[in-house]
């Protein structure tokens, strides 16, 4: 069974740090395409950065480039998003996920967008950026 389970949300201020992270079990992330997306209140769910299962590439939506930093540590089994200058609309639940559609960019456009097809998800951990 595959599972994640996500860490290290909570309430920052504006134009501070966070880093969450996302322990894996029951498989290996080393061998899928892997993704955080995140949810505001009354939004769609939007994907904003992924690592490539082919070649190991990050990417990362608009929303977020320059700020935010994914990564993965294959001996702990754990993924990474570091996020530094953080906005108040940075404020939603990130979610991390395994096993996404795609990873990368199409026609200029980041990918996965919403997740959908994506096999497995964390439960969630609240991000609150306020002062």
């Known amino acids: 069974q595959l599972q994640l389970v996500e860490s290290g949300g909570g309430l920052v201020q504006p134009g501070g740090s966070l880093r969450l992270s996302c322990a894996a079990s029951g498989f290996s992330l080393d061998y899928y395409a892997v993704a955080w997306f995140r949810q505001a209140p009354g939004k769609e769910r939007e994907g904003i950065s992924c690592i490539s299962s082919n070649d190991g590439v990050a990417y990362y939506a608009d929303s977020v480039k320059g700020r935010f930093t994914i990564s993965r540590d294959s001996a702990k089994n754990t993924m990474y998003l570091q996020m530094n200058s953080l906005k108040p609309e940075d404020t939603a639940v990130y979610y991390c996920?395994?096993?996404?559609?795609?990873?990368?960019?199409?026609?200029?456009?980041?990918?996965?967008?919403?997740?959908?097809?994506?096999?497995?998800w964390g439960r969630g951990t609240l991000v609150t950026v306020s002062s």
């Open positions: 996920a395994a096993d996404v559609s795609y990873c990368g960019y199409y026609s200029g456009t980041y990918y996965p967008k919403s997740g959908n097809g994506t096999r497995a």
